[in-house]
C-alpha cells in the first residue's frame, strides 16, 4: 500500500464548529506532515511530525491543533477557524528521520470551506 | 531557506522534449534540490532529486550545473498526462519542503 488517504475529501464549516481532518498511510513511514494550499498558491508546511512527536510549527495559529495518535495516524482539529482558513489540506508522510534525500508521498487533500 | 526562480509557465507539444529550468545562486553545500509536480486537482507528486550529480530515473532527468547555481529538469517526451505545475525545491538536511511558486507546463497534442 503506496497510498497516503485523507478524509474528508471536502468539508464546509461555520466559524463556531469544531472539525477535524484524518490523514492515514500504512507504509511504516515515521514522519507526517500537514500542509495549507490556497488557490493557485504553493503549499504551505504546517506541522511535521517525526516519530510521533511534533518536530514543527510554522507559527500556526492556536485555532489549528495537530494530534498524532500513532505511527499511522495524523489529524488535524480545527476550531473557531475564519473564511481566510478556506483552503486544501494536504498531508504526506515520508520513511522518517532527518534526511534531505527522503520524498513525501502526499494525500489528495481536503478542500475546506470556512462561512 | 534558500530561494529557486523558475519561469511562471512554459508549453510544450506532445512527444516533444522539455526542458524545465531552475536557479538557485544562494543554495548552500548540503542542499538537496528536488523536484515535485502537482497534477490538476491532486497532491504534489514526487519525481526526482539529486545533490550534485545529473540523476535518472522512470519518470525524468535531472541535470545540475557543475556550480549547482541551476538546474534542468528533463521529461524526454512529453504527453497530455505531463501537464502539471512542476515545483524546484531546495531541501536541506531537515524535514522542512518549502515549495516555489513553480512553473505551469502546458502540453498540447
Known amino acids: 500500500d503506496t497510498e497516503v488517504t485523507q478524509t474528508p475529501k471536502h468539508l464546509v464549516m461555520g466559524m463556531t464548529n469544531k472539525k477535524s481532518l484524518k490523514c492515514e498511510q500504512h507504509?511504516?513511514?515515521?514522519?507526517m506532515y500537514w500542509y495549507k494550499q490556497k488557490a493557485k498558491k504553493p503549499p504551505e508546511l504546517m506541522f511535521v511530525?517525526?516519530?510521533?512527536?511534533?518536530?514543527i510549527n510554522e507559527s500556526v495559529p492556536s485555532r489549528f491543533s495537530p494530534e498524532c495518535p500513532n505511527s499511522s495516524l495524523l489529524n488535524l482539529h480545527l476550531h473557531a477557524l475564519q473564511p481566510e482558513d478556506s483552503a486544501l489540506y494536504l498531508c504526506a508522510s515520508s520513511p522518517g528521520g532527518i534526511g534531505a534525500y527522503n520524498e513525501q508521498f502526499f494525500g489528495p487533500g481536503t478542500r475546506l470551506t470556512v462561512l | 531557506d534558500a530561494k529557486t526562480t523558475q519561469p511562471n509557465s512554459m508549453e510544450s507539444n506532445e512527444e516533444e522534449p522539455v526542458h524545465l529550468p531552475c536557479n538557485h545562486s544562494?543554495?548552500?553545500?548540503?542542499?538537496?534540490i528536488h523536484w515535485y509536480r502537482q497534477l490538476p486537482s491532486q497532491g504534489p507528486e514526487y519525481v526526482i532529486h539529486g545533490l550534485t550529480s545529473n540523476v535518472n530515473n522512470r519518470m525524468a532527468s535531472l541535470a545540475i550545473a557543475e556550480d549547482r547555481k541551476s538546474s534542468t529538469l528533463i521529461l524526454h517526451r512529453a504527453t497530455l498526462r505531463d501537464a502539471a505545475v512542476y515545483y524546484c525545491?531546495?531541501?536541506?538536511?531537515?524535514?522542512?519542503?518549502?515549495f516555489g511558486t513553480g512553473t505551469r507546463l502546458q502540453v498540447f497534442p
Open positions: 507504509m511504516g513511514h515515521r514522519a
Open positions: 525545491i531546495l531541501r536541506p538536511n531537515t524535514d522542512k519542503l518549502i
Open positions: 544562494t543554495i548552500s553545500g548540503t542542499d538537496y
Open positions: 511530525y517525526s516519530y510521533e512527536k511534533l518536530s
